[in-house]
C-alpha cells in the first residue's frame, strides 16, 4: 500500500526532544537498555541546556539536542547522555557530535559521557557509528557513538514493552513485524494509555512512521475512544482462540495481512460514517459533509 503520509504539520525533531524529556526513564531504557540492568533504574535525573562554546564572537554557538545527567545507587553514579536526533541517515554529522562530546567532557571532567545518534528514518542503510582521524601516519583522534536507527531495530523486541518511548517510535522500526500489525500494537499501547497523552504524541506517531490515509484515520478512531469497528474484534478474538492473546509480537497466520488491509478500508468507512452522522445531528448541511467527507445523503442508508 502506498505510504501516503498525512500532513501535520509537526516538527519531528520538536517532538521527539519533548518526547525524551517527558520520558527520560523511558529514554534510557530505550537507548541504553543495559545500563537499568547494571545500575537499577536511575534515583533522579536532570537536563542541561549547553551549547558549544563560539569559536565565532559573530556567530551563535551550535546547540546540542539533548544533555540528561543521570544518577544511580549502583556503579557510576553520574552518566551523562547526550542524544543526537536526525530526521534522514544522510544527515548524521559525527563530527559534529564529536565536536560536542568534547566541550561536554571539558565541562563535566567527572562524568561518564554517552553519545547516541537516533536515527528515525524509515527503511534507512545502516550509518556508521564512528570515525578515525589520520595524520602523518598516525592516528590522532578516534570517535564512536551508539548508533539507535529504528529501521535497524527489531519491532518484536518492543511490541509488549510498557516503555512510552519506544511505543510512540514503534512504526518506524524494522525486524519481521508488518505494518499493520505494528500500528495494532501501538494502537493497543496507547489505549491504555493516558488519553491527554496519548492525543499529544499521536502527531509525533503518525509523522515519524508514515502513516497514510487509511492507517492514520483507523488510529484517530480508536485514539478518539469511537466504537471498535468489526474486523477488530474479529482479529483480537481469532488471536486469542487460538493462543496468540500476544501474537502480535509473535507474527499472525500467513494470509491475514490482506484481512487487515481490507479492515483499513471498512475501518476508515465506518468512520467517516460516523462522523456524517454527527454532523447531520448538529445540522450541517450535505454540501459540507460531502466536501468534508465524500460522502452523499445515500451513503447513510446503506
Known amino acids: 500500500m502506498p505510504r501516503k503520509s498525512a500532513s501535520l504539520k509537526v516538527s519531528v525533531d520538536q517532538a521527539i526532544k519533548e518526547l525524551l524529556q517527558l520520558h527520560p526513564d523511558d529514554?534510557?531504557?530505550?537507548?541504553?537498555?543495559?545500563?537499568?540492568?547494571?545500575?537499577?533504574?536511575?534515583?533522579?535525573?536532570?537536563?542541561?541546556?549547553?551549547?558549544?562554546?563560539?569559536?565565532?564572537?559573530?556567530r551563535k554557538g551550535l546547540v546540542m539536542d539533548?544533555?540528561?545527567?543521570?544518577?544511580?545507587?549502583?556503579?557510576?553514579?553520574?552518566?551523562?547522555?547526550?542524544?543526537?536526533?536526525?530526521?534522514?541517515?544522510?544527515?548524521?554529522?559525527?563530527?559534529?557530535?564529536?565536536?560536542?562530546?568534547?566541550?561536554?567532557?571539558?565541562?563535566?571532567?567527572?562524568?561518564?559521557?554517552?553519545?547516541?545518534?537516533?536515527?528515525?528514518?524509515?527503511?534507512?542503510?545502516?550509518?556508521?557509528?564512528?570515525?578515525?582521524?589520520?595524520?602523518?601516519?598516525?592516528?590522532?583522534?578516534?570517535?564512536?557513538?551508539?548508533?539507535v536507527q529504528l529501521s535497524q531495530t527489531q519491532a518484536q523486541d518492543w511490541v509488549d514493552t510498557r516503555n512510552l518511548v519506544a511505543a510512540a517510535l514503534l512504526m518506524a522500526m524494522g525486524g519481521s513485524m508488518s505494518r499493520s500489525q505494528k500500528l495494532l500494537a501501538t494502537i493497543d499501547f496507547f489505549l491504555r494509555h493516558d488519553e491527554g497523552e496519548t492525543r499529544l504524541l499521536f502527531p509525533l506517531i503518525?509523522?515519524?512512521?508514515?502513516?497514510?490515509?487509511?492507517?492514520?484515520?483507523?488510529?484517530?478512531?480508536?485514539?478518539?475512544?469511537?466504537?471498535?469497528?468489526?474486523?477488530?474484534?474479529?482479529?483480537?478474538?481469532?488471536?486469542?482462540?487460538?493462543?496468540?492473546?500476544?501474537?502480535?509480537?509473535k507474527g499472525m497466520e500467513q494470509g491475514l495481512e490482506k484481512g487487515i488491509q481490507q479492515g483499513l478500508q471498512q475501518g476508515i468507512r465506518a468512520s467517516k460514517l460516523e462522523g456524517a452522522r454527527k454532523m447531520r445531528e448538529h445540522g450541517i448541511g450535505w454540501e459540507v459533509i460531502t466536501d468534508v467527507t465524500g460522502l452523499k445523503p445515500e451513503d447513510l442508508q446503506d
Open 27 to 58: 529514554t534510557l531504557a530505550f537507548l541504553l537498555p543495559e545500563i537499568p540492568t547494571q545500575r537499577g533504574a536511575p534515583t533522579m535525573w536532570r537536563f542541561h541546556n549547553v551549547q558549544v562554546r563560539k569559536k565565532d564572537l559573530l
Open 66 to 147: 539533548l544533555n540528561i545527567e543521570y544518577r544511580f545507587r549502583e556503579g557510576a553514579p553520574l552518566l551523562l547522555v547526550l542524544v543526537e536526533h536526525w530526521s534522514t541517515s544522510r544527515s548524521v554529522d559525527l563530527v559534529r557530535t564529536a565536536q560536542y562530546y568534547l566541550d561536554l567532557a571539558s565541562r563535566f571532567p567527572d562524568h561518564e559521557i554517552v553519545p547516541v545518534a537516533l536515527i528515525t528514518e524509515i527503511d534507512a542503510d545502516p550509518v556508521p557509528d564512528g570515525f578515525r582521524k589520520m595524520a602523518l601516519g598516525v592516528e590522532v583522534i578516534r570517535f564512536s557513538t551508539r548508533v
Open 206 to 249: 503518525s509523522e515519524v512512521g508514515k502513516l497514510n490515509e487509511e492507517e492514520h484515520a483507523m488510529t484517530i478512531k480508536y485514539l478518539t475512544q469511537l466504537p471498535k469497528p468489526l474486523f477488530m474484534t474479529m482479529l483480537e478474538e481469532q488471536a486469542t482462540a487460538s493462543g496468540m492473546a500476544k501474537g502480535i509480537a
